[in-house]
């Protein structure tokens, strides 16, 4: 999912909160909300959609306002529902207050269980909504925001970096590993405004300065006064998600100090290097396996040219939530340029291969084109193991690679030869401490616990 988050009185935070959420499209397509506070009063526009489907100029002057929050929606728990939409609201002793969330938590089921037992009321099956209702509940309790707040966060077990709406200010937070990216800006405004976004896409878009990132375990707190900071649990090691810099985060958002793009040439290079080819071409499968292609060709010499154009318009197949969806979306989605690939030996880089299905259809598409050997370079591991932490990687075996060897994957696709970028080189390629991040996907290592029965329902 992307959150947005923005405390600026005077100026249009919907508006802005909108064009933030527009540039976090990619992280979230099932469904699109914003929530924003006029003193004590809030008002909510949310439902099922692309951002460009779901508000239009009368949507938005609906939503006048000091501060804002905002979601795109990609679910992972809770089914495709409007009910499901985010921002969640909830109603307090102090007022109400509007939480978007981007994360799994691994312990929902107690966490409802706890709240269920105080009396608390649900609508929607959401992890998100128990973290909502638990900080309501512990205002209830005679805490002020802040106080609830953090409580609050420490019934939580998971991945979760969370936009916070009430009608004193705004909170961004992160859990205690980091698992999901939030990064706060600066619009240049007099007096400075505030901004939070899942990735720095999302300020700039608006005109917003980096400032750095939200801290796991960190607490931001926008209010009048300014931004105050609370580490609200003890410090743990950072496990930023890997397939963030691999695939999910847009190219030109920043991580570690660098563009994701710098990175995924990186690893394009490498994968050169780990396991050439020979061929004519080198492709990418747009728009994720692009980088890593250029790099490919940078590094192996091998010319690089496009063999597959996209249908932009259409959304990110693997986030429609049925096979079926699945299936038929792909075919609508990527076209082999005839004239490119006839006669050539091509070499096609993707980022990653998680069922096989999207690959076989890409490999086919190149044959019906002319291509007369396909040799595929993933850059990324093999993904084995199921996502606990909000990527929807699905359950274990439907993971291709759960259950076959490289040569029976790349015999199932069809390609000449197949080779995956190792799992040292991934982490290297970083240039930052290995072990600042999750790679759990790839090895099974989670490095939150996750509870024995959640693990069953996802594990073969
Ligand atoms: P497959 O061949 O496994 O069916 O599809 C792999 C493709 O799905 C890759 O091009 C990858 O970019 C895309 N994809 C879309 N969403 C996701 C996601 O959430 N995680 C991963 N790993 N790949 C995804
Ligand atoms: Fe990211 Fe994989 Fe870890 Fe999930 S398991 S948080 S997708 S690295
Ligand atoms: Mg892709």
């Not at 949507?59 to 969640?88: D, E, F, I, K, M």
């Amino acid at each position: 999912c992307g959150v947005f988050g923005i405390y600026a009185p005077g100026e249009d935070v919907a508006k802005l909160t909108y064009f933030g959420l527009y540039a976090l499209q990619h992280r979230g397509q099932e469904s699109a909300g914003i929530a924003t506070f006029e003193g004590e009063k809030v008002h909510l526009h949310k439902d099922m959609g692309l951002v460009s489907q779901v508000f239009n100029e009368s949507s938005l002057g609906h939503l006048p306002g000091n501060l804002a929050v905002g979601h795109t929606r990609y679910s992972t728990t809770g089914s495709s529902r409007v009910v499901n939409a985010q921002p969640v609201v909830v109603q307090t002793r102090l007022g109400s207050l509007a939480l978007a969330h981007n994360g799994n938590l691994v312990n929902t089921k107690e966490l409802r269980e706890e709240l269920l037992s105080r009396k608390c009321e649900f609508v929607s099956t959401t992890d998100s909504e128990a973290i909502a209702v638990a900080i309501g509940s512990e205002v209830d309790n005679g805490k002020d925001w802040l106080e609830a707040a953090i409580s609050a966060f420490g019934m939580c077990q998971g991945a979760f970096s969370l936009t916070i709406a009430t009608p004193q200010g705004v909170m961004g937070v992160r859990d205690p590993h980091g698992v999901r990216p939030l990064v706060i800006g600066i619009l240049p405004t007099t007096p400075v405004r505030y901004v939070l976004a899942s990735e720095t896409c999302g300020l700039d878009i608006i005109g917003a300065e980096f400032l750095r990132d939200v801290e796991p375990g960190e607490l931001v707190w926008i209010t009048e006064e300014g931004m105050a900071s609370f580490h609200w649990s003890q410090q743990q090691k950072r496990k930023l998600c890997i397939f963030e810099m691999i695939y999910f985060a847009r190219p030109d958002s920043q991580m570690e100090g660098e563009s994701l793009y710098s990175y995924r040439l990186r690893i394009g290079r490498l994968l050169a290097a780990e396991s050439p080819a020979d061929a004519d071409i080198v492709i990418g499968v747009p728009d994720s396996g692009i980088p890593a292609a250029i790099g490919f060709s940078q590094a192996s010499g091998i010319p690089y040219a496009e063999g597959l154009i996209k249908n932009r318009y259409v959304g990110r197949t693997f986030i429609q939530p049925t096979q079926t969806m699945r299936e038929s979306g792909i075919r609508m989605k990527l076209n082999p340029l005839k004239d490119v690939l006839e006669g050539k030996r091509v070499i096609i880089i993707d980022d990653s291969i998680v069922r096989g299905t999207t690959s076989r259809k890409i490999v086919k598409a190149l044959r019906d084109a002319g291509a007369t050997a396909v040799h595929m370079r993933i850059s990324s591991p093999p993904v084995t193991h199921p996502c606990f932490y909000g990527i929807d990687t699905d359950n274990q075996d439907q993971l291709i690679a759960a259950t076959k060897s490289v040569a029976e994957i790349g015999a199932q696709i069809g390609v000449d030869s197949l080779a995956f970028l190792s799992w040292d080189g991934m982490l290297r390629a970083t240039n930052e401490d290995p072990l600042s991040f999750c790679s759990a996907c790839f090895t099974g290592d989670y490095p939150i616990d996750v509870p024995e029965v959640v693990k069953r329902s996802k594990l073969i």
